[in-house]
T-cell receptor, first 114, second 115 residues
Framework: EPEVTQTPSHQVTQMGQEVILRCVPI?????FYWYRQILGQKVEFLVS????????KSEIFDDQFSVERPDGSNFTLKIRSTKLEDSAMYFC????????????FGPGTRLTVT | KNQVEQSPQSLIILEGKNCTLQ??????????LRWYKQDTGRGPVSLTI?????NTKSNGRYTATLDADTKQSSLHITASQLSDSASYIC??????????????FGTGTRLQVTL
C-alpha cells in the first residue's frame, strides 16, 4: 500500500541553524501539508500546498518557514534559523483531493533544537 | 473558538476488555469528524470518518458514534489487543471546502492495553 515517507526520522540541530525536512508524498496525490506536534501537545496545522503554491498557512508558519516541491516527488519544509521552540515532531501529509479528511500522514521527523 | 475536548486523558485496560473514548467538540460549521490512531513516534492513521448525517461507523473492532445535536462522539474498541495501545485523536473539520487549517485536533486519549 502506498505511504508517505519522511526523512530524516530524527534531526538534531543547533539553535540558529537551517534545517530541511523532507517528505515523499503518495505518488498520485496533489495536495500536501505540514503539521507539527510539540511534545505532549496537539497536532497543529502549518501549511497546505497545491499546484506549486501555498494555498493556506497558519499563524505559526512565519517568515522562518518555507516549503518547496523541488521535483515531482519531494516536498520539503525549511526552517531558516531554528529556535528552541521549534523542537517538535513534524508530520507531512498528502491527499488526492482537497477534502480535509482525505489526508495520509507520514511517520514524522523529530526535530530537536539545542 | 473551535475546540475539541477528549476524555479520559489516559486509560489502562486489560487485554480482551472493551473501552469507550469520548470526544466533545464546539466546532462550527461542522463538516466531518474523524478518529485517528497514533502510535508513539508515528504519524496519525485514520480509523473512521463521519459526516453530519452519519450516526455510527465501524472499522473492524473500532466503532465510532456521532451525535451532531449534542456535539459528541465516541470511539468504542471491542476485545482490545496489546497492539491497540496508542493515542486516539479526535479531529473535527469546520469547513466543507476541505482546507486543512479548518481542522481542530483534540489532545488525544492515551490507551494502554496490558496483560
Amino acid at each position: 500500500e502506498p505511504e508517505v515517507t519522511q526523512t530524516p526520522s530524527h534531526q538534531v540541530t543547533q539553535m540558529g541553524q537551517e534545517v530541511i525536512l523532507r517528505c515523499v508524498p503518495i505518488s498520485n496525490h496533489l495536495y500536501f501539508y505540514w503539521y507539527r506536534q510539540i511534545l505532549g501537545q496537539k497536532v497543529e496545522f502549518l501549511v497546505s500546498f497545491y499546484n506549486n503554491e501555498i494555498s493556506e498557512k497558519s499563524e505559526i508558519f512565519d517568515d522562518q518557514f518555507s516549503v518547496e516541491r523541488p521535483d515531482g516527488s519531494n516536498f520539503t519544509l525549511k526552517i531558516r534559523s531554528t529556535k528552541l521552540e521549534d523542537s517538535a515532531m513534524y508530520f507531512c501529509a498528502s491527499g488526492l483531493t482537497g477534502h480535509s479528511y482525505e489526508q495520509y500522514f507520514g511517520p514524522g521527523t523529530r526535530l530537536t533544537v539545542t | 473558538k473551535n475546540q475539541v475536548e477528549q476524555s479520559p486523558q489516559s486509560l489502562i485496560i486489560l487485554e480482551g476488555k472493551n473501552c469507550t473514548l469520548q470526544c466533545n467538540y464546539t466546532v462550527s460549521p461542522f463538516s466531518n469528524l474523524r478518529w485517528y490512531k497514533q502510535d508513539t513516534g508515528r504519524g496519525p492513521v485514520s480509523l473512521t470518518i463521519m459526516t453530519f448525517s452519519e450516526n455510527t461507523k465501524s472499522n473492524g473492532r473500532y466503532t465510532a458514534t456521532l451525535d451532531a445535536d449534542t456535539k459528541q462522539s465516541s470511539l468504542h474498541i471491542t476485545a482490545s489487543q496489546l497492539s491497540d495501545s496508542a493515542s486516539y485523536i479526535c479531529v473535527v473539520s469546520a469547513s466543507n471546502t476541505g482546507t486543512a487549517s479548518k481542522l481542530t485536533f483534540g489532545t488525544g486519549t492515551r490507551l494502554q492495553v496490558t496483560l
